[in-house]
């Protein structure tokens, strides 16, 4: 790696065409590593770095100067990393970690970690726009629940990761900060809303990222990135939203290069808050004590297109299919199968509820003319579903939600895991809004070329990203381990030997990251 104190600072820059960049910020000359290249630190799992700074084997200081060299490197390239702190503060901030550390303080197992808060989340302190103009100058006073307690587990704020306006859409842009660009493909999506922490990860600018998920946002851009992303059941990580009593289908979770970081972010996020009455209960830590369990004899149902009711870009299923085989080979019984259902009937549900559920926390927007004006297409369109709809309505869709969740829940009495593609299809243009059309079949709705995964949101089920592999033009693919309501020790556990047996992403990195690497 050059010596960080050998070269001037640039700025750390978003890229944003025809949209407001993100403040520029001159970076000073940084500490010399100690032990270890910056390369070699940010390479480095999140689980090890975290036990490496425990045990003082790397300090702080170190880690956040190696961070911020990599993020000065290819952050310009890709835009996925957003309201930026002045690095001045962040390494004061690291060596006051340090010096915790040296007085026998250990705050957890983020202690002196450099983290990225997905721009949904308020983080008290830095620049919050949930990629809305509305918000453009708004900084928060107040945490949110989950990153309170990621900064009571040791966490250092660096900035936010870049995410749709208002987490809409699978397609991380924004007229705030503009485009983040896919980590294998530059001039591919980097898929959304969790798309600015996806390719944070891929590029090793961070060693973890959280993510929210409605209908695919922790999911596909894990796939598209060659990481991967976990959508829990609902209360599994506590929300501090407006209304407590009827959730929004939309969960929080983690996102990582390997299923041990994942369950450790899992860890901190997860457990009982009273803020949240209807979070779940439990101790967040046994999610990285218990996750690695045999899987020998499990049954496993790939379920491909649902019968094609969620048609896929050519390429999608076989990658998806051969990817399911890997099960075989540790020992588990593979069959096709999907639970059955009036999936028509489904996903007309799903749009209303979301319609509702979105379009709640947006009306107040929309009805003031100034803002309205300000809103994407996909905004008004979510505002303008839920108008239509009565409390009837509402019940009705949310009836066909609970068929299908019972649907589902006999079918985990024949398999124990159902597998799917993590999108159908594989990463397009950045200058495509979203596809209109996939295999000769028009997409009626900005979301409905995520069918898929929104239907298993229906569901409950948690669900578990992991890489699949990669087309022919080099662009990646993931599948979605499901499990049964509130089963996400078992979604790790077999993840995990998925990924002993595959190593995906450790086995083909982003040509951008070998580019720079020194």
Known sequence: MNNPTDRNRRAFLGVAAGAAAASAISLQA??????????????????????????????????????????????GRVNA?????????????????????????????????????????PVKGIRSTQGSPI?????????????????????????????????????????????TR????????????????????????????????????????????????????????????????????????????NVADLALLLSVQAGYDARAPLSID?????????????????RIAWGGDLSGAMPCEPGVLELGKAAAKTF?????????????????????????????MEGAGLLAYYQDPVKRAQLKPEAIFEVETGLK????????????????????????????????????TFPFPVDVHWPDRIAGHKMSTYHEWMKGNLLVTMSGCPSLAVPAGFSPQGLPIGIQIIGPNRRELDCLSLGHAYEAATNWTNARLPPLLLEHRS
């Open 30 to 75: 940084l500490p010399k590593s100690m032990n270890a290249t910056g390369y070699d630190i940010v390479s480095m799992d999140g689980t090890a770095l975290s036990r490496a700074i425990q045990a003082r084997h790397l300090s702080c200081v170190e880690v956040m100067t190696a961070y911020l060299a990599q993020i000065e490197r290819l952050n």
């Open 389 to 424: 709809l009565s409390a009837y309505d509402v019940t009705a869709a949310s009836v066909t939600r609970t068929e299908w969740y019972q649907v589902v829940r006999r079918f985990f009495e024949r398999y124990d895991f159902l597998i799917l593609p993590t999108a159908q």
């Open 282 to 298: 439990g101790d967040g830590t046994l999610f990285r004590r218990h996750f690695e369990r045999e899987c020998q004899g499990k």
């Open 135 to 179: 918000f453009k100058d708004f900084v928060p006073a107040t945490d949110s629940l989950m990153v309170e307690r990621l900064r009571n587990a040791g966490a250092i704020f660096i900035g936010k990761t870049n995410t749709p306006e208002f987490g809409l859409g699978s397609h991380t842009y924004n007229p705030v900060y503009g485009i």
């Open 328 to 356: 075989e080979r540790l020992g588990c019984s593979v069959e096709e199968g999907h639970p059955e259902f009036d999936f028509d009937a489904l996903w007309r549900a799903a749009v209303s509820l979301r319609g509702w």
């Open 182 to 257: 896919n980590a294998y493909d530059p001039s591919r999506s980097a898929g959304g809303s969790t798309g600015g922490g996806a390719v944070s990860l891929a590029l090793r600018m961070v060693p973890f990222a959280d993510g929210s998920d409605f209908g695919g946002s922790l999911r596909n851009p894990a796939g598209w990135n060659n990481v991967l992303g976990f959508r829990t059941s609902i209360g599994r990580v506590p929300s501090g939203s407006r209304d407590t009593w009827i959730p929004s289908m939309s969960v929080t979770g983690p996102m990582a290069r």
């Open 81 to 121: 990393l957003v309201a930026l702190q002045d690095p001045d503060v962040l390494l004061t901030q690291a060596k006051a970690c340090d010096a915790q550390l040296a007085r026998g303080e250990y705050r957890g197992p983020l202690h002196g970690i450099p983290h990225a808060v997905k721009d949904l989340q």
